[in-house]
């Protein structure tokens, strides 16, 4: 459990207790019973890392600036997400969730307007793809 859920948990406890001693409960058993389904799951070392990669990847496609190397990686990961190529299924799969959640997730996101390129960004990427299309880079 992370450590604000269980600090809130401790908070309320101690609160309940103070205000009715006549209560008293298991705590274990009251956390147990508080505790989500995802929360009581076990995660593997290797499902944080892979969702370390989505948390990344949502990062990305969230930046509003114009740092010209974020730009590029905000374009890159919106496309690796809207795409739900191969690599996407995988890196979701590894992370421990099913793809289509992920993708709805993320058009949710676009949908809300959560997600979006500025003009700025707009005219730096299609600059940027008119630079690499004259010297036969891939962008």
Known sequence: MRAGVASLLSSFRATILNTHPQL????????????TG?????ILPEQKLWRAVLQRAFEDVIYPGM???LVVQKYKAHGWFSDG??????????AGFDYSYVYDVYQRMV???????SNEQIQYINWRKEYNRKRKIRF
């Open 85 to 94: 190529g191969g690599d996407f299924i995988t890196v979701c799969s590894l």
């Open 24 to 35: 008293s409960f298991n705590s274990t058993m009251f956390e147990e019973e508080l505790k």
């Open 111 to 117: 949908n809300n307007e959560q997600v979006y390129f």
């Open 38 to 42: 995802y929360e009581s799951q076990k």
């Open 67 to 69: 740092e010209r190397p």
